[in-house]
Protein backbone atom coordinates (compact mmCIF):
# COMPACT_ATOMS: atom_id res chain seq x y z
CA UNK A 1 0.00 0.00 0.00
CA UNK A 2 1.22 3.55 -1.07
CA UNK A 3 1.71 6.46 1.11
CA UNK A 4 -0.06 9.54 -0.42
CA UNK A 5 2.71 12.52 -0.52
CA UNK A 6 1.97 16.03 -0.89
CA UNK A 7 5.05 18.44 -2.41
CA UNK A 8 3.82 21.74 -2.17
CA UNK A 9 5.96 25.13 -2.66
CA UNK A 10 4.58 28.36 -0.67
CA UNK A 11 5.50 31.70 -0.19
CA UNK A 12 6.40 33.12 3.58
CA UNK A 13 2.28 34.22 3.71
CA UNK A 14 1.70 30.64 2.29
CA UNK A 15 1.12 31.51 -1.57
CA UNK A 16 1.27 28.23 -3.47
CA UNK A 17 -0.52 29.78 -6.91
CA UNK A 18 2.11 30.16 -9.63
CA UNK A 19 5.42 29.17 -8.46
CA UNK A 20 7.07 28.16 -11.60
CA UNK A 21 6.38 31.28 -14.21
CA UNK A 22 4.62 34.50 -14.83
CA UNK A 23 1.69 32.77 -17.00
CA UNK A 24 0.96 29.65 -15.30
CA UNK A 25 -2.21 30.71 -13.18
CA UNK A 26 -3.10 34.19 -13.39
CA UNK A 27 -6.62 33.65 -12.05
CA UNK A 28 -8.14 36.65 -9.49
CA UNK A 29 -5.42 38.95 -11.41
CA UNK A 30 -2.18 37.06 -10.05
CA UNK A 31 0.72 39.08 -11.04
CA UNK A 32 3.74 37.38 -9.18
CA UNK A 33 3.75 33.74 -11.33
CA UNK A 34 7.67 32.57 -11.05
CA UNK A 35 7.89 33.73 -7.39
CA UNK A 36 10.25 30.28 -6.99
CA UNK A 37 12.62 30.64 -9.67
CA UNK A 38 15.46 32.58 -8.00
CA UNK A 39 15.79 30.55 -5.12
CA UNK A 40 16.29 27.18 -7.65
CA UNK A 41 19.48 25.84 -6.09
CA UNK A 42 21.64 22.48 -6.20
CA UNK A 43 20.26 21.85 -2.23
CA UNK A 44 16.79 22.39 -4.29
CA UNK A 45 17.16 20.06 -6.61
CA UNK A 46 18.86 17.23 -4.98
CA UNK A 47 16.29 17.24 -2.64
CA UNK A 48 13.45 17.14 -5.76
CA UNK A 49 15.41 14.22 -6.87
CA UNK A 50 15.30 12.12 -3.90
CA UNK A 51 11.38 12.60 -3.61
CA UNK A 52 10.88 11.52 -7.19
CA UNK A 53 13.28 8.69 -6.64
CA UNK A 54 10.43 7.28 -4.29
CA UNK A 55 7.34 7.41 -6.34
CA UNK A 56 4.66 4.71 -7.75
CA UNK A 57 2.75 6.78 -9.25
CA UNK A 58 1.25 10.34 -9.12
CA UNK A 59 -1.52 12.11 -8.54
CA UNK A 60 -2.77 15.25 -9.92
CA UNK A 61 -5.02 18.18 -9.94
CA UNK A 62 -6.09 19.12 -13.78
CA UNK A 63 -4.14 22.84 -13.74
CA UNK A 64 -1.21 21.01 -12.23
CA UNK A 65 -1.43 18.14 -14.99
CA UNK A 66 -1.88 20.56 -17.83
CA UNK A 67 1.12 22.61 -17.01
CA UNK A 68 3.02 19.38 -16.44
CA UNK A 69 1.93 18.15 -19.69
CA UNK A 70 2.80 20.68 -21.14
CA UNK A 71 6.33 20.60 -20.80
CA UNK A 72 7.59 17.40 -19.26
CA UNK A 73 6.86 15.30 -21.88
CA UNK A 74 9.35 16.91 -24.06
CA UNK A 75 12.17 16.20 -21.78
CA UNK A 76 13.31 12.58 -23.25
CA UNK A 77 16.16 11.98 -21.82
CA UNK A 78 15.12 8.94 -19.49
CA UNK A 79 17.89 9.58 -17.06
CA UNK A 80 16.41 13.00 -16.03
CA UNK A 81 15.22 12.37 -12.48
CA UNK A 82 11.79 13.93 -12.63
CA UNK A 83 10.99 13.60 -16.51
CA UNK A 84 11.97 10.00 -16.60
CA UNK A 85 9.32 9.26 -13.45
CA UNK A 86 6.76 11.57 -14.50
CA UNK A 87 7.10 10.09 -18.34
CA UNK A 88 6.99 6.30 -17.45
CA UNK A 89 5.05 5.93 -14.48
CA UNK A 90 1.40 5.77 -14.11
CA UNK A 91 -0.62 9.89 -13.49
CA UNK A 92 -3.91 9.59 -11.87
CA UNK A 93 -5.72 13.26 -12.84
CA UNK A 94 -8.74 14.40 -10.82
CA UNK A 95 -11.25 16.14 -13.03
CA UNK A 96 -14.68 16.31 -14.38
CA UNK A 97 -13.71 18.05 -17.31
CA UNK A 98 -10.75 16.62 -19.10
CA UNK A 99 -11.74 13.76 -21.01
CA UNK A 100 -8.87 13.42 -23.59
CA UNK A 101 -5.88 13.51 -21.97
CA UNK A 102 -2.87 12.63 -24.25
CA UNK A 103 0.11 12.25 -21.86
CA UNK A 104 1.00 8.50 -22.27
CA UNK A 105 0.36 6.76 -19.02
CA UNK A 106 -2.51 8.90 -17.93
CA UNK A 107 -6.17 7.78 -16.19
CA UNK A 108 -8.90 10.13 -15.25
CA UNK A 109 -10.66 10.05 -11.91
CA UNK A 110 -14.09 11.61 -11.92
CA UNK A 111 -15.95 9.31 -9.10
CA UNK A 112 -16.05 9.40 -5.53
CA UNK A 113 -12.73 11.38 -4.12
CA UNK A 114 -12.36 9.35 -1.29
CA UNK A 115 -13.31 6.02 -2.65
CA UNK A 116 -10.57 6.47 -5.69
CA UNK A 117 -7.64 7.51 -3.78
CA UNK A 118 -7.99 4.86 -1.09
CA UNK A 119 -8.09 2.13 -4.08
CA UNK A 120 -5.41 4.09 -5.70
CA UNK A 121 -3.21 4.16 -2.17
CA UNK A 122 -4.01 0.47 -2.03
CA UNK A 123 -2.97 -0.65 -5.48
CA UNK A 124 0.45 1.29 -5.87
CA UNK A 125 3.75 0.21 -4.66
CA UNK A 126 6.10 3.01 -3.60
CA UNK A 127 4.54 6.69 -2.89
CA UNK A 128 1.72 7.99 -4.79
CA UNK A 129 3.12 11.62 -4.90
CA UNK A 130 0.82 14.72 -5.34
CA UNK A 131 2.77 17.91 -6.57
CA UNK A 132 1.31 20.91 -6.51
CA UNK A 133 -2.18 20.37 -7.48
CA UNK A 134 -3.25 23.20 -4.31
CA UNK A 135 -7.48 22.57 -4.51
CA UNK A 136 -7.05 18.77 -5.23
CA UNK A 137 -4.38 18.88 -1.86
CA UNK A 138 -7.01 21.05 0.35
CA UNK A 139 -9.42 18.19 -0.20
CA UNK A 140 -7.39 15.56 0.35
CA UNK A 141 -6.05 16.90 3.13
CA UNK A 142 -9.73 17.84 4.82
CA UNK A 143 -10.55 14.30 3.84
CA UNK A 144 -7.14 12.81 6.16
CA UNK A 145 -6.09 10.55 3.22
CA UNK A 146 -2.77 13.03 2.95
CA UNK A 147 -0.15 10.65 4.74
CA UNK A 148 2.92 12.91 4.38
CA UNK A 149 3.34 16.85 3.61
CA UNK A 150 6.79 18.36 2.22
CA UNK A 151 6.34 21.66 2.97
CA UNK A 152 9.14 23.91 1.08
CA UNK A 153 8.86 27.65 2.25
CA UNK A 154 10.55 30.80 0.19
CA UNK A 155 11.75 33.58 2.02
CA UNK A 156 9.37 35.69 -0.08
CA UNK A 157 6.17 37.33 0.56
CA UNK A 158 3.26 38.72 -2.05
CA UNK A 159 0.72 39.66 -0.10
CA UNK A 160 -1.71 38.24 -2.80
CA UNK A 161 -2.48 34.71 -4.05
CA UNK A 162 -4.47 31.57 -3.13
CA UNK A 163 -3.38 29.86 -0.32
CA UNK A 164 -2.70 26.44 0.67
CA UNK A 165 -4.38 26.52 4.09
CA UNK A 166 -6.78 28.76 3.39
CA UNK A 167 -9.78 30.07 5.98
CA UNK A 168 -11.83 27.25 6.41
CA UNK A 169 -9.38 24.23 6.11
CA UNK A 170 -10.01 21.88 8.62
CA UNK A 171 -7.93 21.46 11.65
CA UNK A 172 -5.35 19.31 11.33
CA UNK A 173 -2.21 18.29 13.63
CA UNK A 174 1.12 17.28 12.16
CA UNK A 175 4.15 15.66 13.35
CA UNK A 176 7.78 17.19 12.35
CA UNK A 177 9.54 14.36 11.02
CA UNK A 178 12.45 16.45 9.15
CA UNK A 179 13.92 19.46 7.88
CA UNK A 180 16.79 20.89 5.77
CA UNK A 181 17.62 24.86 4.75
CA UNK A 182 19.04 25.11 0.95
CA UNK A 183 21.60 27.60 -0.09
CA UNK A 184 18.85 29.86 -1.02
CA UNK A 185 16.79 29.83 2.48
CA UNK A 186 14.21 27.31 1.43
CA UNK A 187 12.88 26.00 4.62
CA UNK A 188 12.20 22.29 3.77
CA UNK A 189 9.85 21.08 6.37
CA UNK A 190 8.22 17.35 5.99
CA UNK A 191 5.38 16.26 8.49
CA UNK A 192 3.18 13.37 8.87
CA UNK A 193 -0.16 13.47 9.39
CA UNK A 194 -1.56 13.34 12.91
CA UNK A 195 -4.97 13.84 13.56
CA UNK A 196 -6.55 16.41 14.80
CA UNK A 197 -5.52 19.43 16.81
CA UNK A 198 -5.17 18.97 20.63
CA UNK A 199 -6.22 21.97 23.14
CA UNK A 200 -5.42 23.26 26.33
CA UNK A 201 -4.68 26.80 28.34
CA UNK A 202 -1.62 27.88 30.11
CA UNK A 203 -2.21 28.94 33.91
CA UNK A 204 -0.81 31.46 35.62
CA UNK A 205 1.84 30.17 38.64
CA UNK A 206 0.36 30.27 41.87
CA UNK A 207 1.42 33.43 44.12
CA UNK A 208 3.00 32.66 47.04
CA UNK A 209 1.61 34.42 50.58
Known amino acids: MAKLTLTSFVTLDGVYQAPGAPDEDRRDGF ?3 GWSYPYNDEDFGQFITEVFGRAGAFLLGRRTYEIFAGFWPKVTDPADP ?4 LNALPKY ?4 SLTKPEWAGTTVISGDLAKEVTALKENTEGELQIHGSGALAQSLLALGLIDTVHLL ?3 VVLGTGRRLFAEGAVPTAFKHVGARVTSTGVAIHTYDLAGRPEYGAFELPE ?3
Open 31 to 33: EHG
Open 153 to 155: SFP
Open 93 to 96: VASS
Open 207 to 209: QSA
Open 82 to 85: VAGK
